[in-house]
């Protein structure tokens, strides 16, 4: 009797922990990689990182084999971006989920992540539209407009259609463009 007791206590606590571990966590892993010899020495380490409703939620630094590992519970968030950054390279956009197919994906990320193009337009990654993507220009001198807005003096990067980067530091992975809609760099 007290055998039965002890199976039974057994399987009701296996039943309870396997009712409480969530079963919609997210496990998604990859390969960072470039077909620019130069680039692909400079990926480890790099850090990729998922923000959903302007939240950081997971992230993981690239090994030496050039992989990441990251798991996450998707909420009801309206989508889940990809951003990747290092030491003096500014937060790049990478690539936005709204859903996921499966529970356990691979994503292999290409560096750099070329945005699409068509008759000099650039599409952002994110809106996919190219009425407010405008070129990073780096260099010492930083650009400034002042904008005077019912009254309210404000700043812009943004001038004659460029985003003034405000820095002369420029790594290869750098990012290129900037989305005025989203406020992304890729
Ligand atoms: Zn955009």
């Known amino acids: 009797?007290?055998?039965?007791?002890?199976?039974?206590?057994?399987?009701t606590t296996l039943g309870?922990?396997?009712?409480?571990?969530?079963s919609n966590r997210l496990y998604l892993s990859g390969t960072v990689y470039s077909d620019d010899p130069k680039i692909a020495d400079q990926l480890v380490g790099l850090y990729i990182f998922v923000k959903a409703d302007n939240e950081i939620i997971t992230g993981d630094y690239v090994d030496t084999a050039g992989h990441y590992d990251i798991s996450f519970i998707p909420g009801d968030q309206t989508s889940f971006d990809f951003y990747v950054t290092t030491l003096g390279i500014d937060t790049t956009f990478l690539k936005s989920f709204?859903?996921?197919?499966?529970?356990?994906?691979?994503w292999d990320i290409k560096l750099p992540n070329e945005p699409k193009k068509k008759l000099g337009g650039v599409f952002c990654p994110k809106c996919t539209k190219t009425d407010k993507v405008y070129p990073i220009i780096y260099g010492d001198n930083q650009v400034v407009q002042q904008k005077v807005v019912n009254g309210d003096t404000t700043y812009t990067n943004i001038v004659d259609k460029k985003y003034y980067a405000g820095?002369?530091?420029?790594?290869?992975?750098?990012?290129?463009?900037?989305?005025?809609?989203?406020?992304?760099?890729?």
């Open 16 to 22: 309870l922990t396997s009712f409480v571990v969530p």
């Open 167 to 186: 820095t002369c530091v420029h790594y290869l992975l750098s990012p290129n463009w900037y989305c005025d809609r989203e406020k992304i760099k890729f």
């Open 1 to 11: 009797m007290r055998q039965t007791i002890t199976i039974l206590t057994i399987l």
């Open 98 to 106: 709204i859903q996921f197919d499966s529970d356990k994906m691979t």
